[in-house]
């Protein structure tokens, strides 16, 4: 499975439905071994950016979901797909080399996309370091 402990980067984006601003936030966290960063965006402008040194026990936490969530690649093919829906995606560097890329957009019931695999918390706990998303009203 992927090892964010030996690998250089990870990289999770959130992709917002198509509303209009101000109300469209999407977020990019990327996650070394040695620091967490969070850039909130609304269509490009960058909105909010947090950074934080990182421990081991969230880089552990992290290969554990990665692993128990089963996050894989897979075929997903929607065939009644809706358009302006949310969309995520991981990718996982390591020497410069991509070890792991998936994206899915959540459109009807399973999403179109080759991103499988438990993704909610692994998402929530690398928002749990950010300021950002303990305010009310930041919910993405």
């Known amino acids: 499975m992927h090892n964010i402990i030996n690998a250089d980067v990870l990289i999770y984006h959130f992709n917002d439905a198509a509303v209009p601003p101000p109300d469209h936030r999407s977020y990019t966290i990327h996650l070394t071994s040695t620091k967490i960063h969070l ?25 554990q979901l990665l692993s128990n969530k089963k996050i894989r ?20 560097y390591s020497a410069n080399d ?35 998303f303990k305010k009310e009203n930041n919910q993405v």
Do not use: M, P, R
Not at 39 to 60: A, C
Not at 73 to 92: K, P, Q, R, W
């Open 39 to 63: 850039s909130v965006d609304s269509y490009g402008d960058i909105l909010h950016e947090e950074e934080f040194s990182v421990n081991n026990e969230l880089l552990d936490l992290t290969n």
């Open 73 to 92: 690649n897979c075929d997903l093919l929607e065939e009644d797909t809706i358009s302006g829906s949310t969309s995520e995606s991981l990718t996982i």
């Open 98 to 132: 991509i070890v792991f890329k998936g994206s899915i957009y959540h459109a009807g019931k399973q999403g179109v996309g080759n991103l499988c695999g438990d993704l909610g918390e692994l998402t929530n706990q690398l928002k749990k370091n950010f300021l950002y």
